[in-house]
């Protein structure tokens, strides 16, 4: 009712009863609007401001001309039930709201939406929950061809994807599994690390159109196998071994089948080995590779042009050119924006579009509105989704609303526990939030899980707010010379009461950059 009304301009005017924690798809869609909490308010003062909110609202109904919709020639969606008067309308918009307090979050988080939880990786993977958590390592080449690498990989991340639309399971990200790819490591010690109970494993060998996929699943904490099998197909069966695997995973992990779906279409297998080795040289990052892969997917969707996730992947490949400065901003933007919505009416019901979306309508475009609804839709369809969580929790920290970007980053990083990226945005949040020790936690890690020391600009000036102006002077130092560096040291020298310094420094920062700051 909520988004609906949203999404038709309608005046809605939410109240909180009980400040209880509501669902990711239920907090952005409210961030539109500006809610009453009455927990903050007197018995007087909540009255007055829910009048003025009433009158307000019927105010901008009236002066905008927008009428309440009637039986006869409504444009509400098909099937959809009468809506009742403007009055009735008003005050059944403040009780969904207000359901929203307890029962409306019953009944998400009864429906998978995600749990944003504030435990490290290592708390949850003590919980029993975390007994339904599993991380999906790359399958094996076994084939005689080492190039045929794409094809196991592509294989592995495709179970990863079907098991993670399972709102029951607690599926590691692709980033943070496949970091072990090629190390000799103990199952145990990699699910200690990822923070899950469960590690599926297995490798693929391909001879002329016949395949052979062998998986197993293993409890870590006893280092046995639960189940195992081999499949001997055509290779054109693929998509079918894929679909039995995953249901074989979720029975053995007592998970009901809900979320792990079926294909609706056959996806051409040329087409498919096109996307998977663009993918795989998209990864890498590098122009030459990004321009090969932009080629492969246009091979890829000239075999097949109702194939979503390849119109998916040349959008992000389309931004991954912009970002290398490889293509022009404009014409990538436009590029990405008419692949997603070519995709979205071929996949109307596929998260990942709807997050991309967002992406571009936040980061690009500057729309948080649009941003917003891309969102709610994507978390609708797929509430565990780690793309749009991410985005969401971006969201959220530009409006300002901090628990909830944290809380969402707090789930993201549990999920994918070896994203540096990950924990580097999550201590942002905690620096804006004053919560200097776990920030400087978070800031660490993410040099310890590989990220550019030079890059970490954020843990010199939280070092700084903690008083510890040495070991901020040895971050800022170790930074690449230019404005953010200078600056860097030019407060902190100020903090260390080094005036004769700072004074020839700040003389530094304001003829270098003065000009372009």
Request: hydrophobic fraction near 35%; proline fraction near 3%.
């Given at each position: 009712e909520i988004n609906y009304a949203l999404d038709e301009d309608k005046q809605i005017v939410p109240v909180l009863l009980e400040e209880v924690p509501l669902p990711a798809d239920l907090k952005i869609g409210l961030s539109r609007v500006q809610m009453i909490h009455k927990t903050e308010l007197s018995d007087d003062a909540y009255g007055h401001a829910l009048e003025q909110a009433l009158a307000a609202s019927r105010g901008s109904r009236q002066s905008t001309g927008v009428q309440e919709p009637v039986a006869a020639g409504s444009t509400r969606p098909h099937g959809e039930p009468q809506r009742a008067g403007p009055n009735r309308w008003i005050a059944m918009a403040i009780i969904a709201a207000v359901v929203g307090a307890f029962g409306v979050?019953?009944?998400?988080?009864?429906?998978?939406?995600?749990?944003?939880?504030t435990q490290t990786s290592q708390e949850v993977a003590e919980t029993p929950a975390s007994r339904r958590s599993i991380a999906v390592l790359p399958f094996v080449n076994m084939s005689s061809d080492p190039e045929q690498e794409y094809f196991s990989d592509g294989l592995s991340e495709e179970l990863l994807n079907l098991l993670a639309k399972n709102p029951e399971l607690k599926v590691i990200s692709r980033s943070s599994a496949f970091t072990f790819k090629g190390k000799e490591v103990d199952i145990p010690t990699v699910a200690q690390r990822l923070g899950v109970a469960h590690v599926l494993e297995g490798s693929v060998r391909t001879a002329g159109r016949r395949i052979r996929?062998?998986?197993?699943?293993?409890?870590a904490e006893t280092d046995t196998h639960l189940w195992s099998d081999t499949y001997d197909r055509e290779l054109d069966d693929v998509f079918a071994i894929q679909d039995e695997i995953a249901a074989n995973v979720v029975e053995q992990l007592n998970a009901t089948l809900f979320g792990v779906?079926?294909?609706?279409?056959?996806?051409?297998?040329?087409?498919?080995?096109?996307?998977?080795?663009?993918?795989?040289?998209?990864?890498?990052?590098?122009?030459?590779?990004?321009?090969?892969?932009?080629?492969?997917?246009?091979?890829a969707l000239a075999i097949d042009p109702?194939?979503?996730?390849?119109?998916?992947?040349?959008?992000?490949?389309?931004?991954?050119l912009r970002n290398?400065?490889?293509?022009?901003?404009?014409?990538?933007?436009?590029?990405?924006?008419?692949?997603?919505?070519?995709a979205r009416a071929i996949d109307p019901e596929n998260a990942e579009i709807y997050a991309g979306l967002a992406g571009m309508a936040m980061f690009v475009q500057r729309d948080l509105r649009s941003a917003a609804r891309y969102l709610e839709r994507a978390l609708a369809l797929e509430p565990t989704n780690l793309r749009a969580l991410d985005a969401a929790s971006a969201l959220a920290l530009n409006l300002g609303r901090l628990e909830d970007a944290h809380g969402l980053m707090e789930y993201v990083t549990t999920h994918d526990p070896l994203c540096a990226n990950c924990f580097s945005s999550l201590g942002a949040i905690l620096l804006l939030q004053g919560d200097l020790d776990h920030a400087r936690r978070a800031f660490e890690t993410f040099e310890l899980l590989g990220g550019p020391a030079d890059a970490n600009l954020p843990l010199a000036l939280t070092l700084l707010l903690q008083g510890e102006y040495e070991a901020s002077m040895a971050v800022w130092a170790r930074a690449n010379p230019g404005p953010f560096r200078t600056y860097g040291e030019t407060i902190t020298l100020y903090s260390m009461g080094r005036t004769e310094e700072f004074a020839v420094r700040f003389q530094e920062l304001k003829d270098r950059f003065g000009d372009d700051y």
């Open positions: 979050y019953e009944l998400q988080r009864n429906r998978a939406a995600p749990e944003v939880s996929v062998t998986a197993q699943l293993i409890d779906p079926t294909r609706d279409r056959e996806v051409n297998l040329g087409a498919y080995t096109l996307y998977l080795h663009a993918r795989e040289l998209a990864s890498t990052g590098t122009p030459e590779n990004l321009r090969a892969a932009e080629g492969m997917l246009q091979q109702e194939y979503a996730e390849a119109w998916i992947e040349i959008a992000r490949t389309y931004a991954r290398s400065s490889a293509m022009a901003g404009e014409e990538a933007q436009r590029r990405s924006k008419e692949a997603l919505e070519r």
